[in-house]
Nanobody, 116 residues
Framework: QVQLVESGGGMVQPGGSLTLSCAFS????????MGWYRQGPGKQRELVAT???????NYADSVKGRFTISRDNAKNTMYLQMNSLKPEDTAVYYC??????????WGQGTQVTVSS
């Protein structure tokens, strides 16, 4: 059974940095397409970034140039490096993994708050 657990959330000041981690337990992590999603107050969940098994990446326009998604297959872990954080980045961040679009696994989420 696949399980995803996020960590690294917290409170930071505008302009600060934070790194999120997503630990994958189960089989065949290297074959999964992984991604980060977020849900801010009063908003729908939105895509932040994705990374495929071949390490092709995609970013939402709102985070492009500030966030970097990566994965370490030897550690079964995905990361999101967040720089130049803005108050509008405040949200619960969720880790997602999928071998196919019809079945996705989700983590429980980790809170990121950007405030002075």
């Amino acid at each position: 059974q696949v399980q995803l657990v996020e960590s690294g959330g917290g409170m930071v000041q505008p302009g600060g940095s934070l790194t999120l981690s997503c630990a994958f337990s189960g089989s065949s992590f290297r074959f999964y397409t992984m991604g980060w999603y977020r849900q801010g107050p009063g908003k729908q969940r939105e895509l932040v970034a994705t990374i495929t098994s071949s390490e092709n990446t995609n970013y939402a326009d709102s985070v492009k140039g500030r966030f970097t998604i990566s994965r370490d297959n030897a550690k079964n872990t995905m990361y999101l490096q967040m720089n130049s954080l803005k108050p509008e980045d405040t949200a619960v961040y969720y880790c997602q993994g999928a071998l196919q679009v019809t079945r996705a696994y989700w983590g429980q989420g980790t809170q990121v708050t950007v405030s002075s």
